[in-house]
Nanobody
Framework: QVQLVESGGGLVQPGGSLRLSCTAS????????INWYRQAPGKQRELVAT???????NYADSVKGRFTVSRDNAKNTMYLQMDSLKPEDTAVYYC???????????WGQGTQVTVSS
């Protein structure tokens, strides 16, 4: 079992930055792929960014060049650095870890990000 606790959400003005953190406990995440999702009101949850266990990254087109996903396996923590934020980035953000080989899939509780002037 892996428990994930998120932090770092909040209210920010357009053009501002936030860094989300997600710390895992219960097991090491070293072999897990890490995903960040978001869900805006009335919309489906969407995949924002991924960093694999091997360190490869991938981003949704809507955030490419503005968001950076990273991981610190020693701290069992993952991050989503969000720059040049736009009102359309407003959503609840969720961290997610997946180990396909084991069929393991865990979610954080979500953290609200609001981009507004």
């Amino acid at each position: 079992q892996v428990q994930l606790v998120e932090s770092g959400g909040g209210l920010v003005q357009p053009g501002g930055s936030l860094r989300l953190s997600c710390t895992a406990s219960g097991n090491t995440i070293r072999l897990y792929d890490i995903n960040w999702y978001r869900q805006a009101p009335g919309k489906q949850r969407e995949l924002v960014a991924t960093v694999t266990s091997g360190g490869s990254t991938n981003y949704a087109d809507s955030v490419k060049g503005r968001f950076t996903v990273s991981r610190d396996n020693a701290k069992n923590t993952m991050y989503l650095q969000m720059d040049s934020l736009k009102p359309e980035d407003t959503a609840v953000y969720y961290c997610n870890v997946v180990w396909k080989f084991l069929g393991a899939n865990y979610w954080g509780q979500g953290t609200q990000v609001t981009v507004s002037s």
